[in-house]
């Protein structure tokens, strides 16, 4: 108790969002996510992490990460999409009841990145599935994610 | 005296399907004793339906049939509930076993003993003394013995529990013998009627080692803990009409046994008989569904759900006779009508559900639950009979499980504020016992029809299965359709369950519960109207489903693979199994299961920091076994080869045995001259 006490609010203070149209109206005030690996180097999962920790806490705006894609409104793809990731994350994206966007995190996930042309790489995730809203950095910083996020619930 | 020769009839008839059964070629041989074993079957169920509502008992007596001892019967309202259920477990288990004849029924011995099994359960409940009941008991227990030990050949595990069987069932035979012989050596007679005018003038210490006995030979053939380890060797390796009839009809004449002792010949007696009875009871429930929740294979789970009800209505018994010892005859009878509920509910779906598992192993060669699977889609119809008779024994209503554990549940309940300490600490704790092992039985159910008959194929041999003969289908159709007429309109066969309890309980006047379509508790708080609560389920499931059709405008359904985490290709190994389902309950109950578990890691050569192997082993034994009877086998085995010093084959040796004996013999003849 003395020790929450002590730390008191470690939230950071929820500030204005710029961009408010980045959703369908479906999905304006609570957005169930599934985080999609496509072969990160968990980069990007740190942040995400983050992003949906005390400080940041995205859930704050309506943002929650799922375990299932049934559950789930969107799919939060990061990394280059592997050779070997390719088919599942078609399959994930099939399995997301419509209607469904994809968050493409981080710039590997944006346009391969550094892996640009390696020989395991299928492409960018834009090449598999369809992206709908993109963040970008090496890695995003959790205030990117959280405001993209926030972009999409409005809230 | 005008319906005995219906009793004489079936009993000839029994006989004769057993000649038959051994003398024609194989073709014929099981179809025609079936015949004739259903005309026995009639025979016995009609002098019963007589007895039943005439109230008239059917008294024989033949002096010369057997010399000495003589036969008598008699056959009681009581019998005659028993008989009911025996005929109507029997005429099932003989259809499917039309079918299941070509896999291991057809030979000579057990075309000819089944039979002869059959009628010694019909008869069992007509014995009117001490000499004729215990002759059909062993040639009961001789004749399943024959049964169980049909397939000898196949493995060696058959002939385990073969032994296990052999030794518990006669044990118990012997408990039996040693209280009868204790009662008639105090009387002059030995018919029950005359033992039963006597028992009364008894020393109490008499008559309850006479009741410990007892309870502990019937219990040992009820398969009660810590008598039930012959019950899970059993049933698995018998052909499944014979695990049928095993379960269902021979397992509930042990309780048969416990009441014909306790109520009818003893008279009940002081509380604390009851009260075992109670703590047996709710042992083997707790014990047994505990086991069935972790068993993977399905006979083995349905011989441990089988201790498991049995321990339900022995709870039921174990009550009404505390309460008759405490004065609350309204209550006794109650309980006592509870217990035979039960009783006649655990006959039709247990019969139904091995009866099932045997048209599974038919189909697909396995009785392992994680061999299985997608079963329902292969075998729609004894999948859905499985389906119904495992609602059933998970007291789903309306189903008739749930009419006898209602009927308990109220009796204990009422019983619990009757204001006796040790009523205060028994019936609460039968209570939450009770409570546990209704959740256990979901448990258990759940898995074996949703590993079984869902998902998909985990052997070729499950892939492979095909829909079983039409007798077969036919013979679990009528124990499940029973399961729903015994649910829903539970008062056709009530008054016979309550003439029954009237000779356990002669000072019963009023009937415990109304007989109207609904279930009213006379002199008590309780209502249930399984019809209304059938029609109702009916109503709005079909509104459900309706309403669903008409309103919902839904696009052409998106057919898509059910989602398997986005692996690229989906095998039957991914799946569930039954040992996973059993996990948490396995964790849970550790100390109870004491389950053995062993992995085995092997490295790589390189480095260890690369796993070559693994091996991963579980097993789940019967801790009662483990720790009681083995050491009881050690012991006796220590004292064998203690005596083999006596006896070591020396010829020489035993020569000088007989020498010193007679030396002594004469020496003390010289000394005491």
């Given amino acids: 108790m003395r020790a929450l006490w002590r730390v008191r609010r470690v939230t950071e203070p929820a500030g204005g969002v710029a961009d408010r149209d980045a959703g369908?109206?479906?999905?304006?005030?609570?957005?169930?996510?599934?985080?999609?690996?496509?072969?990160?180097?968990?980069?990007?999962?740190?942040?995400?992490?983050?992003?949906?920790?005390?400080?940041?806490?995205?859930?704050?705006?309506?943002?929650?990460?799922?375990?299932?894609?049934?559950?789930?409104?969107?799919?939060?793809?990061?990394?280059?999409?592997?050779?070997?990731?390719?088919?599942?994350?078609?399959?994930?994206?099939?399995?997301?009841?419509?209607?469904?966007?994809?968050?493409?995190?981080?710039?590997?996930?944006?346009?391969?990145?550094?892996?640009?042309?390696?020989?395991?790489?299928?492409?960018?995730?834009?090449?598999?599935?369809?992206?709908?809203?993109?963040?970008?950095?090496?890695?995003?910083?959790?205030?990117?994610?959280?405001?993209?996020?926030?972009?999409?619930?409005?809230? | 005296m005008t319906a005995g020769w219906l009793v004489v009839a079936g009993a000839t008839t029994g006989v004769a399907a057993g000649a038959v059964g051994a003398a024609l070629p194989r073709r014929w041989r099981f179809t025609s004793a079936a015949l004739l074993v259903w005309l026995a079957c009639a025979f016995e169920a009609a002098a019963a339906v007589h007895v039943m509502a005439t109230g008239r008992h059917i008294v024989l007596h033949s002096a010369t049939l057997i010399p000495i001892t003589g036969v008598d019967i008699e056959l009681n309202q009581l019998g005659a509930l028993f008989v009911l259920l025996v005929a109507g477990v029997a005429i099932p288990a003989t259809l499917h076993g039309i079918g299941y004849a070509r896999h291991g029924l057809d030979s000579r011995l057990a075309a000819g003993t089944f039979p002869l099994f059959v009628t010694c359960l019909l008869l069992v409940p007509a014995a009117g003394s001490v000499a004729t009941f215990m002759g059909l008991w062993e040639l009961m227990a001789l004749t399943s013995l024959v049964l169980v030990l049909i397939n000898h050949g196949r493995s060696e595990a058959t002939r385990s529990a073969a032994t296990w069987y052999a030794v518990f069932t006669h044990g118990g035979a012997v408990l039996i013998l040693v209280a009868w012989l204790i009662l008639t050596a105090h009387t002059k007679g030995q018919t029950f009627p005359e033992l039963s005018a006597h028992a009364r003038e008894l020393a109490p210490a008499v008559r309850g080692l006479v009741f410990l006995l007892a309870l502990v030979g019937f219990g040992s053939k009820a398969g009660v803990v810590p008598f039930h380890v012959w019950l899970p060797k059993a049933h698995p390796e018998a052909p499944s009409p014979v695990s049928a009839l095993m379960s269902g009809a021979m397992v509930a004449l042990g309780v048969y046994g416990i009441i014909l002792v306790g109520?009818?010949?003893?008279?009940?007696?002081?509380?604390?008989?009851?009260?075992?009875?109670?703590?047996?009871?709710?042992?083997?429930?707790?014990?047994?569904?505990?086991?069935?929740?972790?068993?993977?294979?399905?006979?083995?789970?349905?011989?441990?759900?089988?201790?498991?009800?049995i321990g339900l209505a022995l709870i039921a018994l174990g009550a009404s006779g505390f309460f008759e010892s405490t004065r609350h005859p309204l209550l006794a009878a109650l309980a006592l009508v509870a217990s035979l509920t039960l009783i006649l509910n655990h006959a039709a779906f247990k019969a139904a559900l091995f009866l099932s598992a045997g048209s599974v192993q038919v189909a697909t060669g396995s009785r392992d639950l994680d061999q299985l699977g997608g079963l329902l889609r292969r075998m729609p119809q004894t999948g859905t009979?499985?389906?119904?008779?495992?609602?059933?024994?998970?007291?789903?209503?309306?189903?008739?499980?749930?009419?006898?554990?209602?009927?308990?549940?109220?009796?204990?309940?009422?019983?619990?504020?009757?204001?006796?300490?040790?009523?205060?600490?028994?019936?609460?704790?039968?209570?939450?016992?009770?409570?546990?092992?209704?959740?256990?039985?979901?448990?258990?159910?759940?898995?074996?029809?949703g590993i079984g008959f869902l998902g998909r194929p985990r052997s070729v041999g499950a892939d492979d299965a095909v829909e079983v003969a039409v007798t077969m289908r036919l013979a679990v159709g009528l124990l499940a359709g029973a399961c729903v007429v015994l649910g829903v309109v539970p008062f056709l066969?009530?008054?016979?369950?309550?003439r029954a309890a009237g000779v356990a309980l002669p000072g019963l006047t009023r009937a415990p519960v109304s007989r109207g379509v609904e279930l009213q508790l006379v002199g008590l708080r309780g209502l249930l109207a399984p019809a209304a609560v059938a029609g109702g389920l009916v109503v709005a499931v079909g509104a459900v489903v309706g309403l669903r059709r008409v309103l919902a405008r839904?696009?052409?359904?998106?057919?898509?693979?059910?989602?398997?985490?986005?692996?690229?290709?989906?095998?039957?190994?991914?799946?569930?199994?039954?040992?996973?389902?059993?996990?948490?309950?396995?964790?849970?109950?550790?100390?109870?299961?004491?389950?053995?578990?062993?992995?085995?890691?092997?490295?790589?050569?390189?480095?260890?920091?690369?796993?070559?192997?693994?091996?991963?082993?579980?097993?789940?034994?019967?801790?009662?076994?483990?720790?009681?009877?083995?050491?009881?086998?050690?012991?006796?085995?220590?004292?064998?080869?203690?005596?083999?010093?006596?006896?070591?084959g020396s010829v020489h040796r035993y020569l000088a045995y007989g020498l010193g004996a007679v030396v002594v013999v004469f020496a003390s003849l010289a000394v005491v001259r």
């Fill in chain 1, 24 to 155: 369908p109206p479906e999905l304006v005030g609570s957005l169930q996510i599934r985080h999609v690996d496509a072969g990160s180097c968990n980069g990007c999962e740190l942040e995400i992490a983050s992003a949906f920790g005390p400080v940041y806490d995205a859930e704050r705006f309506g943002a929650r990460l799922v375990a299932s894609p049934r559950h789930a409104d969107a799919l939060l793809v990061t990394g280059p999409v592997t050779r070997n990731m390719a088919v599942p994350l078609v399959k994930t994206f099939e399995a997301t009841p419509e209607p469904r966007i994809v968050i493409a995190v981080g710039d590997c996930a944006r346009d391969c990145g550094v892996f640009h042309g390696a020989y395991g790489v299928v492409g960018a995730v834009g090449d598999v599935v369809p992206v709908d809203v993109s963040i970008a950095g090496c890695p995003p910083d959790p205030t990117a994610i959280v405001d993209a996020l926030r972009g999409i619930t409005r809230r």
């Fill in chain 2, 263 to 309: 109520d009818v010949v003893l008279g009940r007696g002081p509380s604390w008989w009851w009260l075992t009875v109670l703590v047996l009871g709710a042992g083997s429930a707790l014990f047994g569904s505990i086991h069935a929740a972790s068993s993977t294979d399905m006979k083995r789970l349905l011989a441990y759900s089988t201790t498991d009800n």
């Fill in chain 2, 385 to 449: 009979l499985f389906l119904v008779s495992a609602a059933a024994i998970a007291a789903l209503p309306p189903l008739n499980g749930f009419v006898g554990e209602w009927l308990l549940f109220q009796s204990l309940l009422h019983g619990a504020a009757i204001g006796s300490t040790a009523g205060d600490v028994a019936i609460p704790l039968a209570l939450s016992a009770m409570a546990l092992t209704a959740g256990l039985t979901v448990v258990a159910f759940v898995k074996a029809a």
């Fill in chain 2, 493 to 498: 066969v009530l008054p016979a369950v309550e």
């Fill in chain 2, 554 to 648: 839904r696009p052409a359904p998106n057919v898509a693979e059910a989602w398997g985490c986005g692996r690229q290709f989906q095998t039957a190994r991914m799946q569930y199994t039954a040992v996973s389902f059993a996990e948490p309950v396995q964790r849970v109950f550790d100390d109870v299961l004491r389950p053995v578990q062993d992995l085995d890691v092997s490295h790589a050569a390189e480095s260890r920091y690369f796993v070559e192997s693994l091996t991963f082993h579980n097993s789940v034994d019967d801790a009662v076994e483990r720790w009681l009877y083995e050491r009881i086998i050690r012991a006796a085995r220590r004292w064998g080869q203690a005596a083999r010093l006596l006896q070591p």
